[in-house]
């Protein structure tokens, strides 16, 4: 049955009732009420001192209640808020933060607490924020106005790879159990002007975004040959690239780096997951039409750096900075 709050007409009832000393049980038959409802209304509304039931009195304490019903804040305390707020505006996600702030502050709140935290600064049915909030949806990576399920994908053209196919390679690398393997790809500028090449070791998560200056497969490799000398020769092994022409010239690549070429299958971005995802996060920091010759090397490096100290769920919630430095001292 659903449940009804007590009427000012019940409340006096209740009280002539008590006049006549009747008993909780009389009085909850008379008014058609459960005798728990009526005993706990006649317990947290009697006056301490006379112990009297007024109707007039608990009618207006539960409407001035019912205006301040239900959880105001949706975390637990201001430092969890304050957290919470300062590192998604470092475009970290619900879930990085979740897992983080066990490290770093000891304390627990779940990734789904801090969506609806987000959503709950909005005006139901509108797209108003309450006074006194802020859109934190902005620092999500969707920004989605609302929460919505995830869409099918619409399916496209086959054709056939330009190198080796990821079919070929080491099944050690789909284990992550070793750091060496590469996933390579580009972000494009404004009206596909050249714009950056991007590098992502898939068990560190480490990330390198470097300046393309122009979209031939020989910048591409240039600009991975440069990326690449410094790194020590245990942590080349294989990478795997996407099908575009920057792509293709996987013989000077190999050449140039020590790293074994493979090319994913046509519109299998899955395949290369760990590359499209960060792809997506760089995005956060430039969106589409994003004119990279207006963007400086330092503001480059910068991302980067964000990127690359950013908790990772699969890493313990460490930072690839954190993991590539360990392995470094191995």
């Not at 009732?17 to 009420?33: D, G």
């Not at 509304?45 to 949706?74: C, F, W």
């Not at 430092?79 to 702030?101: D, F, M, N, T």
């Not at 010759?293 to 980067?304: A, G, K, P, R």
Request: hydrophobic letters at 30%.
């Amino acid at each position: 049955m659903k449940y009804k709050h007590f009427s000012i007409e019940e409340r006096e009832k209740i009280q002539e009732l008590i006049w006549q000393k009747a008993s909780i049980r009389t009085i909850a038959k008379t008014i058609n009420r459960n005798h728990s409802s009526v005993l706990r209304e006649v317990r947290k509304n009697r006056s301490l001192e006379k112990k009297l039931y007024t109707p007039r009195v608990a009618h207006m304490r539960a409407l001035e209640y019912r205006k301040h019903r239900g959880r105001k804040e949706r975390l637990k305390n201001d430092c969890i808020r304050k957290y919470v707020i300062a590192h998604l505006k470092e475009k970290w996600s619900p879930e990085q933060i979740s897992g983080r702030i066990k490290l770093d502050l000891e304390e627990h709140i779940s990734h789904e607490a801090i969506y609806q935290y987000i959503y709950n600064q909005v005006c139901k049915g509108s797209n108003l924020i309450k006074e006194g909030c802020e859109d934190l949806r902005l620092c999500l990576r969707r920004r989605r106005k609302i929460r919505l399920p995830h869409g099918a994908r619409k399916c496209q053209r086959i054709f056939k790879t330009k190198g080796v196919s990821i079919d070929e390679r080491p099944t050690i690398v789909n284990e992550r159990g070793r750091i060496g393997d590469w996933e390579g790809d580009s972000v494009e500028s404004i009206d596909h002007k050249p714009g950056v090449n991007t590098l992502v070791e898939r068990k560190a998560g480490l990330v390198f975004i470097s300046r393309l200056k122009n979209k031939t497969s020989k910048a591409t490799s240039m600009v991975m040959a440069d990326r690449f000398k410094v790194i020590p020769e245990i942590f080349k092994q294989t990478v795997t690239l996407d099908n575009g022409f920057e792509n293709s010239d996987w013989k000077g690549i190999e050449e140039q780096t020590g790293l074994k070429c493979y090319y994913a299958h046509p519109y299998h971005s899955w395949e290369r997951g760990t590359n499209e995802n960060t792809n997506g996060l760089i995005r956060d920091y430039f969106p589409k039409k994003t004119d990279f010759d207006l963007i400086t090397d330092e503001e480059i490096q910068w991302v980067e750096y964000q990127l690359n100290s950013r908790p990772r769920k699969r890493l313990g919630w460490k930072t690839p900075l954190e993991v590539w430095s360990g392995a470094l001292q191995c």
